[in-house]
């Protein structure tokens, strides 16, 4: 197993244990995000379009940010990688720095769960992480920019996450291709979600995010005999159990679902981005 995937060799990108060590690895990631944002209450008047002002722009102040945010990531290359996608794709400009060659790892595919995973994080996930807030009492008391900036850290780890399953389900196509074309063939969907699932991997994940959760929100240094814990170790277990693996497994279903079918233009865009801005860079030399 390696420490960490090689995104440029296929042979890495698409070993299952190296791709479930990849996940494991996310796990720490999207915990110590978890704990730095529950620092902060909820804060809904960050997630409500309009809510607060903001000039030029009228959605959500955390859409806001993530639009930002995602443009300056998208110029230093964030989104060639193809294992990172944007909550808002057609607001990103394209790449600063000359194009990564990454080789084709995964079939040309339209499957974006940002938006769902954004919806789920703002009703559900944060809802049931963040301390009871009495009541919402003002930027100066709230942290609205501090909330926003650990919500984009969350989010965008999620977001590794689910779609990471893409790996997962080319991994799985290619070690059993057959079956799956049969599936993918019938258009058989439960058929797919049960060969993609496996309950006993998936009870190790929420043990050892239990596990990880309770070790990584206490102190080392608290010696009392009921530590402090930060973060609630229960809401991340649920934040896994319904809707993490959940969305993984979407995204292996939707993956695989494309998976024979040839590529559609938007679906080329995504895999191609390279070749689009080496063109873009050869045209503005000539221009
Ligand atoms: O490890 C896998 O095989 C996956 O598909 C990933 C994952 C997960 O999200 O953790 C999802 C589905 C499986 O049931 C087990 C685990």
Redesign the pocket.
């Known amino acids: 197993m390696e420490d960490t995937i090689d995104l440029t060799d296929p042979r890495s990108a698409l070993d299952?244990s190296n791709?479930?060590y990849q996940?494991i690895r996310l796990e720490d990631t999207i915990i110590f995000h978890l704990i730095e944002r529950v620092q902060f209450p909820l804060n809904p008047t960050v997630y409500i379009a309009g809510a607060i002002t903001i000039p030029n722009f009228c959605g959500s102040f955390l859409d806001y940010f993530l639009t930002q945010q995602e443009r300056i990531h998208a110029l230093v290359r964030r989104y060639q990688a193809p294992d990172e996608y944007a909550f808002f794709p057609e607001l990103i400009p394209s790449p600063i720095l000359a194009p990564l060659k990454y080789p084709q790892l995964l079939h040309p595919n339209t499957v974006n769960f940002n938006d769902e995973l954004k919806a789920a994080y703002i009703k559900h996930i944060l809802p049931a992480a963040c301390k009871p807030q009495v009541a919402d009492r003002g930027e100066q008391y709230e942290n609205y920019g501090s909330t926003a900036v650990n919500d984009v850290a969350c989010l965008q780890a999620l977001s590794r996450r689910i779609h990471f399953?893409k790996f997962?389900a080319e991994a799985?196509f290619l070690a059993e291709t057959e079956k799956f074309t049969d599936l993918i063939q019938r258009r058989d969907i439960k058929g797919i979600m049960r060969e993609?699932?496996?309950?006993a991997?998936?009870k190790q994940?929420l043990r050892r995010l239990e596990l990880k959760a309770r070790t990584y929100g206490t102190d080392p240094g608290d010696n009392s005999k009921d530590p402090k814990i930060k973060i609630n170790v229960s809401a991340v277990v649920a934040m896994y159990r319904d809707y993490?693996?959940p969305m993984?497994?979407e995204v292996?279903v939707e993956y695989l679902l494309q998976r024979l079918t040839s590529p559609t233009p938007e679906a080329v865009t995504k895999n191609s981005h390279w070749f689009l801005s080496a063109l873009e860079t050869v045209l503005s030399f000539i221009s």
């Open positions: 299952l791709i479930r996940l399953g997962v799985k993609i699932t496996n309950e991997v998936e994940v993490v693996i993984t497994k292996e």
